[in-house]
Nanobody
Framework: QVQLVESGGGLVQAGGSLTLSCAASRSIVSFNDMGWYRQAPGKQRELVASTGRGDSTNYAEPVKGRFTISKDNAKNTVYLQMNNLKPEDTGVYYC??????????WGQGTQVTVSS
């Protein structure tokens, strides 16, 4: 239905910053929910941040005050600005998009590694 391609991951020292991008193959204005999950080795995938159609946002408690999710509808892209990164933030970050009760679309993920 829609293809999502993440970019911007990499290796960063604790306290550093990264910006992740998720480029969609079609207009994102019709999606009621978009955002990011992450999965650390041996851990279950967890929601990091999401944004609704009305630009509402929500964040997992561990990232509140450090991460910011935003969208650029003209570029069909959602971003995740990550500041003050911690080793606990290490994992594969996945972009998702969903419209109502339809199945979620997922990107293939981008690796984020934070060294202490």
């Amino acid at each position: 239905q829609v293809q999502l391609v993440e970019s911007g991951g990499g290796l960063v020292q604790a306290g550093g910053s990264l910006t992740l991008s998720c480029a969609a193959s079609r207009s994102i204005v019709s999606f009621n929910d978009m955002g990011w999950y992450r999965q650390a080795p041996g851990k279950q995938r967890e929601l990091v941040a999401s944004t609704g159609r009305g630009d509402s946002t929500n964040y997992a408690e561990p990232v509140k005050g450090r991460f910011t999710i935003s969208k650029d509808n003209a570029k069909n892209t959602v971003y995740l600005q990550m500041n003050n990164l911690k080793p606990e933030d290490t994992g594969v970050y996945y972009c998702f998009a969903q419209r109502f009760t339809m199945a979620r679309s997922w990107g293939q993920g981008t690796q984020v590694t934070v060294s202490s």
